[in-house]
Antibody
Framework: QVQLQESGPGLVKPSQTLSLTCTVSGGSISSGSYYWNWIRQPAGKGLEWIGRIYTNGNTNYNPSLRSRVTISIDTSKNHFSLNLNSVTAADTAVFYC???????????WGQGTLVTVSS | QSALTQPPSASGSPGQSVTISCTGTSSDVGGYNFVSWYQHHPGKAPKLMIYEVFKRPSGVPDRFSGSKSGNTASLTVSGLQAEDEADYYCSSYAAGDNFVFGTGTKVTVL
């Protein structure tokens, strides 16, 4: 079955750009009517949807993060990526990637990766 | 957009039932029948339990059920089992073509 795995630096300095990749295995990122999401969870807090991308490149972002977020997709590598710029300590969180299906079925999810913003 | 409101905690003894509420607005929960629920054991990947308010993915026990009234959705876990102890999050489609999650509820099996 389809599995997702996040990867990227676990430590990012304030004001820099956080970059993560989600690699999809067990199926093609281009097959089916799916969209691909990034979701985060700050320590001790709830989940926050960051944004999504379709295989045609169309994106939607959380309004509160829209000015700092870019999600891209590389179907040849079967992965999609997250860039979050101008990070602060408030961006420290476990970041998850998840496959989405209309309307809001997020399934499956990756295991998550902790990113800490600190100098 | 604001997070959907869930009670911080809920509990029940094995075999009992527990119901978790998820309150939003007419721009999310109340406006669409697009509420989903996720079970999250810390350190593991969240798992889809309910979608489109009351539908269960294959493999999810029928002890889990969902409903909605107005701006509030609910998840009920009947016949509580030890493995049901986890954090639960609701999610709703929201106006503006995006999504919002709930604040999360920690379910404890006494």
């Amino acid at each position: 079955q389809v599995q997702l795995q996040e990867s990227g630096p676990g430590l990012v300095k304030p004001s820099q750009t956080l970059s993560l990749t989600c690699t999809v295995s067990g199926g093609s990122i281009s097959s089916g009517s799916y969209y691909w999401n990034w979701i985060r969870q700050p320590a001790g807090k709830g989940l926050e949807w960051i944004g999504r991308i379709y295989t045609n490149g169309n994106t939607n972002y959380n309004p509160s993060l829209r000015s700092r977020v870019t999600i891209s997709i590389d179907t040849s590598k079967n992965h999609f990526s997250l860039n979050l710029n101008s990070v602060t300590a408030a961006d420290t969180a476990v970041f998850y990637c998840a496959r989405g299906q209309w309307p809001n079925k997020f399934d499956p999810w990756g295991q998550g990766t902790l990113v800490t913003v600190s100098s | 957009q604001s997070a959907l409101t869930q009670p911080p905690s809920a509990s029940g003894s094995p075999g009992q039932s527990v119901t978790i509420s998820c309150t939003g607005t007419s721009s999310d929960v109340g406006g669409y029948n697009f509420v989903s629920w996720y079970q999250h054991h810390p350190g593991k990947a969240p798992k889809l339990m309910i979608y489109e308010v009351f539908k269960r993915p294959s493999g999810v026990p029928d002890r889990f059920s969902g409903s909605k009234s107005g701006n509030t959705a609910s998840l009920t876990v009947s016949g509580l089992q030890a493995e049901d102890e986890a954090d639960y999050y609701c999610s709703s489609y929201a106006a503006g073509d995006n999504f919002v999650f709930g604040t999360g509820t920690k379910v404890t099996v006494l």
